[in-house]
């Protein structure tokens, strides 16, 4: 009979000793019941703790970011040890995967579970990155959110931001761009309040680093109440007296800008408001002890930055850097450990020409480069240019990866805390890749290249429901992260020969003709053949996408010969192919109309399109974004040529 041994008591510790029972369970039915217990002088059987309960030395520089796994087991037991309680529960599942589990995607049905007799495992890895993770976005429901903060953690991830969720999950729950197959059901701040509470309380349980911060949080600090958002957009609220000295001057006049206080930022010259926000966060840190980095927003908006005489004295980042301090000092007051963590989004890319942070070691900072293309990744090799200079609200916006780079090293050469990148790999970009084999590579070459640029990991901003036609791109996302060795090809194997079986390798070539008969350059308008008409105007291009029915024709054959297959995961992902097929097929009529350059014709046949495939939204909607999938296809569809002929 196998036994559990706890050596810690903390909550992520007491997880992982009850999932490695639950799997071991699951591998061998027969095994009968596994006792778990608290015994730090344990000798026998499976023995999980810190590295330092076993006596072992622990390289981790920053407990709160540094996850270490030891693995030293036999057939019947041995250590499972990580450098913090989260790096405990790492060590259970990669245990587990070492014996053959696989966690593919969200959900029990994106589980590989072997039915075998456990194998000893030696292992030891000390994470390549530090913060690795993923924040709400898109159109989640929380059952999707809870499945996601599960998926994520057993494959190492170890960040987790939970910022504005009142968005994102309004947004599924009215079902937007749906409400004629699904009619909305609203739900109330304070419904969506308690639900934050459950996935805060769901990551606690693994050690999770939560992140919390809100492009809303500088308005509120002042004054606003985030609630207000919408009446102010609707026109339904104005502007009070007081609250207008408050906010940015524009053009000699001061006001909401986009008429929503989101998007509009403030007059930071004035001593008090800087206070205000300052307080604002260190309050907020108090009240959430269970978050381990508040973040220093700005308005989510560019160019908009106060323009009177005392502002225009310093850069936007330079303010925030006092804002930065002074909370800081409050913090350290208090004796909180909080971090604090802030970027270089949008007009904040200038660094300060003035400020500089006072204790480093209180910082994350984060590289956000919001404006960069993807159809190009970051490499070693990439030449970065010297930054355009800076001209208040009238600067150019970066476009590459190696401009957008420019930036953040303009930074990192004043600020030597630790830094990430904030990226949006599964945001808006990835729908413009159907096949998703373009962009899983690109995902791949941006994570190798991270350290090259002093950059010590990644936080996604982007949808948690990128499983269509498989998750792929999300495994190599988690698994490059956790390991910069690792090669492409052979982890695609891998993944793939679990979720399709061995005519995985077909699968592969069909996904690999439908991102080049796409052409992901082509879908973020590099491929344009005559300005004039619109970026995506390509006659020649649109021959390729004229392929992409009879592709879909033998990849529906195929599928349809593997109606039930061995594993479970196996089974989900042949029946995905399938509506995927539709998907793409209908993608390449529309955007073939976009070709030519009948721009009326494409929108009128995407609108159609999705409206009926919609009907579809309920069965795909843990694993496709179809809210946030629309949005992206309708935001280039709906470009208008400079000049229509």
């Not at 700005?298 to 850097?321: I, L």
């Not at 190696?402 to 904030?422: A, D, L, N, Q």
């Not at 990226?423 to 991270?450: C, K, V």
């Amino acid at each position: 009979m196998y036994k559990i041994y706890k050596l810690s008591l903390s909550e992520p510790v007491e997880f992982a000793a009850s999932e490695l029972k639950k799997y071991l369970r699951m591998m061998m039915p027969g095994c009968g019941e596994i006792n778990i217990s608290y015994d730090p002088k344990a000798t026998d059987g499976f023995r999980l703790g810190l590295l330092e309960e076993f006596g072992l030395p622990n390289e981790a520089e920053d407990p709160l970011l540094d996850d270490i796994v030891h693995i030293d087991t036999t057939e019947n037991g041995g250590i499972l040890a990580g450098s913090n309680p989260r790096s405990v529960l790492f060590a259970v599942y990669r245990f587990l995967k070492e014996n053959g589990c696989r966690f593919l995607f969200p959900g029990a049905d994106g589980e590989f579970i072997p039915r075998k007799n456990i194998g000893a495992v030696k292992y030891y890895k000390k994470a390549d990155h530090r913060v690795r993770g993923h924040t709400t976005e898109g159109d989640p429901s929380l059952e999707q959110a809870l499945l996601y903060i599960d998926y994520q953690t057993k494959n190492e991830l170890n960040a987790y931001g939970l910022s504005q969720i009142f968005i994102y999950h309004s947004r599924y729950y009215a079902h937007r761009y749906n409400e004629h197959n699904r009619p909305p059901e609203p739900v109330s701040r304070e419904l969506v309040e308690q639900w934050q509470a459950l996935c805060e309380a769901e990551l606690v349980k693994r050690g999770a680093i939560l992140r919390l911060g809100g492009h809303s949080w500088p308005t509120q600090a002042v004054g606003f109440d985030p609630a207000d958002n919408g009446l102010y957009a609707r026109g339904k609220k104005m502007l009070s007296e007081e609250l207008r000295s408050k906010v940015a001057m524009m053009n000699g006049v001061r006001g909401l800008h986009k008429n929503n206080p989101h998007f509009t930022n403030v007059c930071w010259s004035q001593p008090a408001l800087r206070s205000a926000y300052a307080k604002f966060l260190a309050q907020k840190a108090m009240e959430n002890r269970q978050v381990a980095m508040i973040g220093i927003s700005m308005a989510d908006t560019s160019h908009n930055h106060c323009e009177c005489e005392e502002c225009q004295k310093y850069r936007p980042s330079d303010f925030m850097v006092m804002i930065a301090n002074e909370a800081d000092d409050i913090l350290t007051e208090n004796g909180m450990k909080t971090k604090l963590f802030f970027s270089d989004y949008i007009d904040m890319a200038f660094p300060p020409s003035k400020m500089r942070i006072k204790n480093p070691d209180r910082f994350v900072f984060q590289h956000a480069a919001i404006t960069r293309n993807y159809t190009e990744s970051l490499t070693a090799d990439s030449v970065i240019p010297e930054p355009k200079p800076y001209v208040r609200n009238k600067w150019e916006l970066p476009r590459t990866v190696e401009e957008c780079m420019s930036y953040y090293k303009g930074w990192r050469e004043h600020f030597p805390c630790t830094g990430v990148s904030f990226e949006y790999h599964f945001w808006l970009h990835q729908y413009r890749d159907p096949g998703m084999l373009t962009f899983s590579r690109r995902i791949y070459e941006d994570n190798m290249a991270l350290k090259h640029f002093d950059i010590d990991g990644c936080v996604e901003d982007g949808s948690n429901k990128s499983f269509f036609p498989n998750g792929f791109a999300d495994h190599i996302f988690s698994a490059s992260l956790w390991d910069r060795e690792l090669d492409y090809e052979a982890e695609l194997e891998d993944y793939f020969s679990h979720i399709y079986g061995d005519d995985w390798k077909q699968v592969k070539e069909y996904l690999e003709k439908i991102s080049a008969a796409f052409d992901h350059g082509y879908m973020c308008g590099e491929r344009c053949a005559d300005p004039a008409r619109g970026e995506l105007y390509n006659p020649e291009h649109a021959k390729d996408l004229e392929k992409v029915p009879a592709l879909t024709a033998r990849i529906r054959q195929l599928a349809e010969a593997h109606p039930v297959m061995p594993t479970r995961p196996q089974t989900v992902c042949w029946r995905l192919l399938l509506r995927h097929a539709q998907w793409c097929e209908k993608l390449a009529e529309v955007f073939a109309e976009k070709c030519r350059g009948n721009n009326e014709e494409a929108v009128a046949l995407f609108e159609s399109f999705t409206k009926d495939y919609g009907k579809y939204d309920l069965e795909l909607e843990r694993y496709f974004d179809f809210g946030l999938a629309v949005k992206s296809l309708e935001n280039i569809l709906k470009k208008r040529p400079k000049i229509e002929l």
